[in-house]
């Protein structure tokens, strides 16, 4: 049941980031995440759900009960909004966040202009 649990949710973490996702798929995401519901007290009861202090007893995690609104938004939007993100956020790291770590700390907007030309 552990495993089945953790393979769920990874099957809907892949399942949602497909390149076309139509009807099927959609019902294919909901399968996998009905299935972690279904299995993941499994994970709990094997102790491996821990915080940065302590060993996590609930699942109560926002991120979790985002999952119950990805489906919903792929038929309302065409797209998973979580991972629609996913390409602007590597070229801010690229084009903003990579140069300011060689820069000086002073005038970032210039520096970064510079290093864009």
């Known amino acids: 049941m552990f495993l089945g649990a953790i393979r769920a949710l990874l099957d809907f973490h892949y399942m949602a980031q497909a390149k076309v996702i139509n009807e099927a798929t959609c019902g294919q995401i909901q399968k996998a995440l009905n299935d972690f519901h279904l299995h993941k007290q499994a ?12 060993a996590i007893l609930n699942w109560y995690i926002p991120k979790l ?44 907007e210039l520096q970064i202009c510079c290093y864009l030309d």
Not at 46 to 52: D, I, L, Q
Not at 70 to 93: F, G, K, Y
């Open 43 to 54: 994970i709990l009861d094997a102790g491996t759900c821990h915080g940065k202090k302590k």
């Open 65 to 108: 009960e985002f999952l119950q609104s990805v489906v919903p938004n792929i038929q309302l939007n065409r797209v998973a909004i979580q991972w629609s993100a996913d390409t602007m956020e590597h070229a801010h790291i690229e084009v903003v966040k990579d140069p300011t770590k060689s820069a000086n700390n002073r005038n970032h």
